[in-house]
């Protein structure tokens, strides 16, 4: 994978983050109502009730607080999952000893599905550990939780089995339903990078055809002459001309400190920022510009499913086996004889991205193993019909 | 198994077809498990020896059924089964026997309807589930209560049974809404990269022209190295090459006669057919998801900015913090869109300018929220004949755009 899509899709995860926060809280609420109204109803004594309301308006305050705090500075999103994941269960073994039923054991499992609604890895990890060590505890330490009427044996081996098989399915669950999540943020984050790639590559491409560049000076003389009489449209000073100049020595790559000495009111980092409205080179304007003029001649039509037929691969379910075959041979050949405009890869980086990068499932299991286990073979193969040219 | 190990672990890497696959297989590994200790168990079942005998003998058939279907590929058709399957096992120890682990089932029934992640699943067998769990805790619970139990303790069984049941329904909408929309922003986009390597195919197709090079396809070297490779692998994963020759050779017959003609040949076998059809994705004549895969490859070879921020913002509110940088930004862009070109014409030539009217168009459209806040778009048509004043007529003085 590219290692610049790692942050967007952590900001991705983090969007979402706040929502499942809120869910939580929810969540969190509704199960101290009811518990308190369990408690009261079925006359539990007041000092576990009030015991019980606190710790569960400790967890709830300190969510409150979290999501507070967490619009200015997100790692506090972050720190909820895991104390509110702890919180949870904190509470549910308090209510296990206060309630000291078999039927309570099965809070537990609310705790686990209040912990996964967050899907992450970590927290998943967390999840599961404490519920293992929850119900592991309460079997050795505490069998009189589950000293039921008929207990027997074969009730006990069933306990224990089926909640080590329940805890199982769980994890299994939960691991590969984060990972299917991750599947749609890495997409996306893959599709913005191949989106910034593609442009940069059309840049080249279009200098390299059209072999003319934007004309900068053109742009500025237009674009001052028209803030100009804007400006005197709004019987103003024309509050554009400072910076217009500023971005125009920008464009025109002049040394940091000479723009610096001709506009003293402006920083080092101004500078840094201003560079994205610069419309020249690959600058973000032109990148803006671009994608707009796209986006106008595409037909962005009804939204198709995430179906094996959008996603671009040589590994589709109903492709017969010599079609995948054929292609990958296809690909791995135009890689190596190369295609004018196109960078070019070398040898140790294609076999590095074919095989530990998502193109490694971009290809049949069956014959990507084949190149991995014969690369050598293949660049041989290359060698001796393309010459040693192709040895790059 | 390694490989199957590390496509559990990457799982995040596969598409959603060969994650239900995984998740099928994983479902029933973990329901061979269960069945094979549901022998020892049903032992102890109220049911008579032959009952016994049949239900087991029926979970092998179906087990087996299952297996077929997914070596057919019919994963849907298997998924449903396994679900199935699970209400069998949870109804075999429901009604076999009155502990606290039979009511656990309910739980492992509804964990492998979740992990399949179908609002409709959820719905139907979910609901069926939770019924079947109420009825077991009201009609056993004798076999669920400790000797001294706390008050009304069989409503703490069925509130946490719904509430499970509950919270991971609301988990399963969340993520059905959530994976539509960012499925809605990955198609987008994905059609406006198509786009660029639109373009940017038929800048490869110019420089090639220029450097007076055969088409890829048409070049003998080319041919014969795929030729090998494709050998090559085929012989290894079938341990038989050469019929892989004949799909090439039908690879570069699509490219030489075009699938149109392909489909109409009366004397084209049905499955000849499907294969030319396949194969038409991927060839070199025009942009096609072989080109894409080949710009996407090699784009990773590209010296790009160092990342930051603002790498994939678009939003001209992003990108300029004040007004005035704003209205530059406008302009600048403006400009760019007048003067530059952005894609082939009618006649297929890299010479696209847009228009004024499709610039109005554009900046009318609902995508335009995407790069300017709705004051500078009602600036500019408000200014509108100062824009084409200034950066328009000179332009169709010069002949440059209409």
Request: aromatic content about 16%.
């Amino acid at each position: 994978m590219f290692m610049e899509i790692e942050d967007y899709r952590e900001d991705l995860e983090i969007r979402h983050l706040r929502t499942k926060n809120h869910f939580v809280l929810a969540l969190l609420t509704l199960m101290m109502i009811l518990t308190l109204i369990y408690m009261l109803v079925s006359g539990f004594l007041l000092y576990h009730t009030l015991a019980l309301l606190i710790g569960f308006l400790i967890v709830i305050m300190f969510n409150i607080a979290q999501l507070a705090y967490g619009k200015d500075i997100y790692q506090f999103y972050q720190l909820n999952k895991y104390i509110t994941t702890m919180g949870v269960y904190a509470l549910s073994i308090a209510i296990i000893f206060v309630f000291q039923s078999p039927s309570a054991i099965t809070v537990l499992f609310i705790a686990y599905a209040i912990s996964a609604f967050y899907q992450d890895l970590k927290v998943m990890f967390i999840n599961n550990f404490l519920l293992l060590f929850s119900a592991l505890m309460l079997m050795v330490n505490f069998s009189e939780y589950l000293n039921f009427q008929s207990s027997n044996t074969e009730t006990e081996f069933g306990i224990a089995f089926f909640l080590v098989a329940f805890i199982s399915i769980l994890t299994i669950s939960s691991f590969i339903i984060i990972k299917q999540k991750r599947f749609y943020y890495n997409q996306i984050a893959l599709s913005r990078e191949t989106e910034f790639r593609s442009i940069d590559l059309l840049i080249d491409l279009e200098e390299q055809n059209h072999q003319k560049r934007i004309d900068i000076d053109s742009y500025y003389k237009k674009a001052q002459d028209f803030f100009q009489e804007f400006s005197e449209i709004l019987k103003l000073d024309n509050p554009f001309k400072e910076r217009m100049g500023l971005l125009y020595m920008l464009e025109k790559n002049e040394p940091v400190n000479r723009i610096l000495d001709r506009y003293p009111h402006y920083t080092k980092e101004d500078l840094e920022r201003m560079e994205d409205l610069l419309i020249g080179g690959k600058h973000k304007l032109r990148k803006v510009a671009m994608k707009l003029g796209h986006t106008f001649t595409s037909e962005v039509g009804k939204a198709e499913l995430f179906s094996e037929q959008q996603f671009k691969s040589f590994n589709h379910p109903n492709d017969a086996l010599d079609v995948k075959i054929l292609l990958f041979a296809v690909f791995y050949a135009a890689l190596k004889r190369g295609i004018a405009g196109l960078p070019l890869a070398d040898k140790a980086a294609m076999r590095r991205i074919l095989t530990s990068t998502d193109y490694y499932y971009y290809v049949d299991p069956k014959v990507i193993d084949i190149y991995e286990k014969n690369s050598e073979v293949f660049d041989e193969i290359c060698e001796d019909i393309l010459g040693r040219k192709a040895e790059r | 198994m390694k490989t199957f190990f590390r496509r559990i672990q990457d799982a995040e890497f596969l598409p959603i077809g060969e994650v239900r696959k995984l998740k099928v297989i994983l479902v029933m590994a973990f329901l061979l498990l269960i069945t094979a200790a549901t022998i020892p168990f049903s032992i102890y079942f109220a049911y008579p020896d032959y009952v016994t005998i049949i239900v087991l003998s029926s979970f092998v058939l179906v087990y087996g059924l299952m297996i077929a279907l997914l070596r057919m590929n019919r994963v849907t058709a298997s998924t449903q089964i396994s679900i199935i399957y699970s209400i069998g096992l949870t109804l075999f120890y429901s009604q076999g026997t009155s502990s606290f682990y039979a009511y656990l089932f309910f739980y492992i029934t509804l964990t492998i309807i979740i992990f399949y992640q179908d609002f409709l699943s959820y719905l139907s067998y979910g609901l069926l589930i939770l019924a079947l769990g109420i009825y077991y805790i009201i009609s056993h619970q004798e076999g669920l209560a400790l000797a001294v139990d706390v008050p009304g303790f069989m409503y703490i069984y069925i509130f946490t049974l719904v509430l499970f049941y509950l919270i991971f329904f609301a988990q399963i909408l969340y993520n059905e809404k959530l994976h539509s929309d960012m499925n809605d922003d990955w198609v987008k986009m994905n059609q406006v990269i198509d786009k660029y390597h639109d373009d940017i195919t038929t800048y490869l197709e110019l420089l090639r022209k220029q450097a007076k090079r055969e088409p890829l396809h048409e070049e003998r070297v080319f041919q014969k190295l795929v030729g090998e490779l494709a050998v090559f692998v085929a012989e290894q994963v079938k341990d038989k090459g050469k019929d892989i020759m004949n799909v090439f050779d039908l690879y570069l017959y699509v490219h030489e006669r075009g699938i149109e003609k392909i489909l109409e040949n009366e004397e084209i076998s049905v499955q000849m057919k499907r294969t030319a059809d396949r194969l038409n994705h991927y060839l070199f004549n025009r942009r096609t998801d072989m080109y894409s895969m080949l710009i996407n490859f090699s784009s990773r070879f590209l010296e790009t900015e160092k990342y930051k921020p603002s790498r994939y913002e678009y939003h001209i509110q992003h990108l300029a913090q004040y007004h005035d940088e704003q209205l530059i930004a406008f302009v600048m862009i403006y400009q760019y869109l007048v003067r530059e070109v952005c894609g082939v014409d009618a006649w297929d030539q890299m010479n696209k300018v847009l228009t004024i009217d499709e610039i109005d168009q554009l900046f009318k459209s609902p995508e335009i929220e995407a790069f300017f806040s709705p004051q500078l778009i009602a600036l500019y048509f408000e200014n509108r004949d100062l824009f084409i004043s200034h950066f328009v007529s000179c332009l169709v003085e010069k002949g440059g755009t209409s």
